[in-house]
């Protein structure tokens, strides 16, 4: 077993209290079932995107930083598509149809789009061998993990 020590704000800790009412085995259960979750979320999502499409959201994701209280947020995300293609050309770049992509999203729900995103993410910021090679991260790694 490891231990580690983390902080948390109040919201977090409030949220942690419908868990349990002990901090520890709240963060503990939550903290397992997480990666679990994960997991399975994963293996709903892949296939669903084609491999246009996945560069183009890993291209719409470059720089941007997760915000944990609305990556759950379908319209959010689709927002972000739909503004990536207006003002980059995230998927017209890519040979991608924004509209379509945009519908692939909508019929997704808040956990599945929490965890593409937290996948793109990991696109671009994940150093070492679980990662996909960051800072020069191998866009064929992506793909393939996610189709």
Known sequence: MKQTTIRYNENVSAMLADVDSKPA???QNVTELFVYLR??????????????EITAMADAANGTIPTWQY???VSL??????????????CSNHGADVTTLVNK???MTAAQVAIL???LNR???LEGPSGYGS?????????DFLK
């Open 25 to 27: 085995t709240a963060v």
């Open 39 to 52: 997991r399975a979320t994963l293996n709903e999502i892949k296939g669903k995107f084609s491999s246009k």
């Open 71 to 73: 990556l759950s947020n």
């Open 77 to 90: 995300f689709v927002a972000e598509m739909e503004d990536a293609e207006k003002f980059q050309s995230s």
């Open 105 to 107: 999203i909508k019929t």
């Open 117 to 119: 995103q937290l996948e």
């Open 123 to 125: 696109f671009w910021n």
């Open 135 to 143: 800072p020069s991260p191998d866009l064929k790694k992506l793909i």
